[in-house]
């Protein structure tokens, strides 16, 4: 069974929030909230500066501390690429999940009457297609597979590059990994 | 090809619907990438990059993806109007297309019999005007400009025709992907979304390219660059100049291909032996130092160097002589022609229609009233000077497509001068402006995703041509441009120049003609021409269309017009004591001042800021994320804006994005959000060569918003 994750280039990434205005569009977000966002640190002082971009989302995470905390099961680890899901139907709106996020991913929708955030875009994956914000990336900045197989596009730059993941002390073991 | 099972698109989880999956090319910008548009149940959901096309392989920038919300937006233009207040006033009644149609003829019909169809002005933007532009010329129109050449691109074109004897053109021909090191002087990619290019800088980054950002602000692209040099504003002439010493100097640039295709080389090589790294450091504010190592770098990488020849680049009114001074720093790379500079284009050969010749005029175009020598293009500026003084004769009635003449022709005040003259305003535009404000009769067009437009032949490696078809039907009143000209030649009288029932019709018989399929072309979206070389080294020809036939080291033609036949460093102006030089740029989000109300994209950004360096900030009291404003060197207060303390920019310069601070309150949802580069830019310098006019030429203080 495939474990889901996306690798994401730092340094190809121009911070154009292309993927943002994608998923807004793909994913019928409403206007307002976001399931993909994009964080720009500038590090240093004129004129000795670096910056980092990073195009952020749910991190689909090993250890995701919303899935134990949610009352209903609503938020679940999907069998389809280990995936973190929410079940509207079931989502009572308690926010648990909202508060357990260490990165901020999730938000009450009001149009599906839910918590909603990131779904890696499962249903086009199932088509055989990236992540909405993965395909449309004029940087090709992003990279979307399955880390347990180490053929993958992923695991291959994981081997090769440097990379990190956002908060590491939480243990919620993230997915997603920046290329830096 | 996933353009090609276009009906298998499936929709979201928890949606149902049927979908359809529609082939068009891009009209958020200039750049026109080829995307398919998507529509469930009916409506549009969302436009994705064609992958079968050479411009956006797939891939469609911000604004692209953001294209949707230009068909919901709220604030569109959705029936024709006609002004019932004061010009400017912004009051209107709605009317029938009859009505506005007849309106706007039997004014043009009057200016045309009292003064001469010359004194009708077209000003345009982007190929939707096409058969506007072509209807207006068989009326007898011959005063036609573009903004994007004199407030834009044309000091580049024009400093490359007179060194290379081509303008580049769009998309300008450069192998980004496969550079070994890219030099951008003031052009921030990646915050200004070129789409090809951009997606070529990151394969360039990628496979590890030095970059070397020449930028005042520690841009995106500069952060991306192995070498930031931040200049001080106005003095880049000075530092290609430096650069230029060094590599002849020390020899480094390519002999055989500059003795081979050079003009003047001598003459040239002599003049710029003054401009040492030293001279230039006084000039730059950088390190000389560092002017050789950069020169050197550049050599070093040749001919696999290439120095990007900039597209907004009407600066300090000094540009095209910068514009020669980079295309002669290409030139001493040899990287014409070679894998990694400028790649050689090749073209499609589509049938035109047959259509009736234009009408030979007897008075002479008004757009150039100063006469500057080389501009190879109508001049926006020039046509609005020859409305205000009538000189050499008056110009009565303006047609505006497409463009915003407020926020986009310097100092405001010399438009709504040139307003006052005429007898007849017209705009043509998917939504309001500032311009369409100003307008007697308002004629609102369907966009891009819902129309049939002109076919787009571009030059490319291969050339290939784009259909523009409806994805949706327009929500309102709107019609498409080729429907509005149609019945424009009906209501003037001259039906014979648009033989064609339909665009339909029109599209069929161009592109059968050409032997080509046109049902390909609507289920594909693009054809692609055959391939040729596109190096030197695999055959491609290169050859100069310049006086000489060669590369115009030395150019007799400025020579001759009493100009710097080398270029030479003109030291800026400086401002007020305690001002600061505002500088103005581009957002990946919006394009110039016509998507600020775009909902998917004013969600990405809805207002802009004034960056302003920490300390600066600092010093003079002011808070990061405050509202200030901005009061320019002539009293002129701009709106709110919010403050933004960076160490990304130099302390004396501030910059803003340009396009905000809108002032039509047609625009509801961004009306008065955040404030405007083109309100405060009143002073401005214009180009002596080809009358571009200056942007960076506004001094600013700061104080907070009271």
Redesign the interface.
Known sequence: MARFGMVIDTRRCVGCLDCVAACQAENDVPLGKLRDWVVTETIGVFPNLKLEIRSERCNHCDEPPCVPVCPTGASHVSSFGKTVQITYEDCIRCRRCIAACPYGARFIDPVRRSADKCTFCVHRVKEGKDPACVAVCPTKAMTFGDLDDPSSAVSKLLKERKSKVLKPEAGTKPRVFYLT | MPGLSLANA??????AGRIEAIPTYCEMCFWRCGGIGYVRDGKL?????NPLDPASR?????RG??A?GAHYDPDRLQKPLIRVGKRGEEQFKAVAWEEALDFMAERLQKVKAEYGAESIALFKHGIGVRFIEHVLKHYGVTNIAAPSYSQCRGPRDTGFTLTYGLGLGSPEPLDIANTKCLVLIGQH???N?H?TQ??E???A??HGATVITVDPR?S??A??SKY?L?IKPGTDTALLLAWMNVIVGDGLYDKPFVEKHGHGFDKFAAEIKAYTPEWAAKETDLDAALIRETAREMARHRPATLIHPGRRTTWYGNDAQRSRAIALLNALMGNWGRKGGFYMQSGMKIAPYPLPPYPKSEKEKADNPKGYPFADEGLATGIREATISAKPYPIKAWVVYSTNLVQCLPNDRETGEAIDKLDLLVAIDTHPSEIVGYADVVLPEANFLERLDELNVNWGKPGWTQLRQPVVKPPHDQQPGWWIAKRMAEKLGIPECMPFQDMDEYLRYRVEKSAYSYAQLKRDGVLIGKPAPIYVDDGAEISFDTPSGKIEFWSDPLKEAGFDPVPKHVAPEPGPKGAFRLLTGRA??HTFGRTQTN???R???PENEVWV???VAKDLGLENGKYVKLTNQDGVVSNRVKLRA??????DCVYMVHGFGHTSRMLKSAYRRGASTSQLLTRYNTDPLMGGTSVHTTFVTLAREA
């Open positions: 499936a929709a979201p989880v928890g949606t959901w969302k436009f994705e990059g797939g891939r469609l920038c911000t993806t953001g949707v990619l990646g915050e979304m789409n951009v997606q800088f990151a394969d980054i990628g520690f995106v692209a952060s991306k930031w931040p990946p989000m909902p998917n994209l969600a990405l950004m360096n920490t300390r960076t160490e990304r920019i130099r302390p």
